[in-house]
């Protein structure tokens, strides 16, 4: 139900943008959040959009990056710019997706995608 895409290997300074597309039978999406998992370290929170685009981003990558959401395409971005090699980790969307038109929800994880950033 969620594709995540975008990553790939980037040297620092550089910029990549993630989608996170919801597919099938959906009546709506709620917020969404991109997360991040470096190798040894616990997932954390990198940003979030609700359906009103009120955004919140964690203070590492305040001014970087930019969540946006493209709900004609039921897609949501990650434009991630001035990368730093502690950005590397596999990135994961998360959203609350509304599954019947009577407003039934479900949450959701994309199956993550890889950035890593060269020094």
């Known amino acids: 139900q969620l594709q995540a895409s975008g990553g790939g290997l980037v040297q620092a300074g550089g910029s990549l943008r993630l989608s996170c597309a919801a597919s099938?039978?959906?009546?709506?999406?709620?917020?969404v959040g991109w997360y991040r998992q470096a190798p040894g370290k616990q997932r954390e929170l990198v940003a979030t959009?609700?359906?009103?685009?009120?955004?919140i981003y964690a203070d590492s990558v305040k001014g970087r990056f930019t969540i946006s959401r493209d709900n004609a395409k039921s897609t949501v971005y990650l434009q991630m710019n001035s990368l730093k090699s502690e950005d590397t980790a596999i990135y994961y969307c998360?959203?609350?997706?509304?599954?019947?038109?009577?407003?039934?929800?479900?949450?959701?994880w994309g199956q993550g995608t890889l950035v890593t950033v060269s020094s």
């Open positions: 959009i609700t359906t009103r685009a009120s955004t």
């Open positions: 099938g039978t959906i009546f709506g999406i709620d917020a």
């Open positions: 998360n959203a609350e997706l509304v599954i019947t038109n009577y407003g039934t929800r479900r949450n959701y």
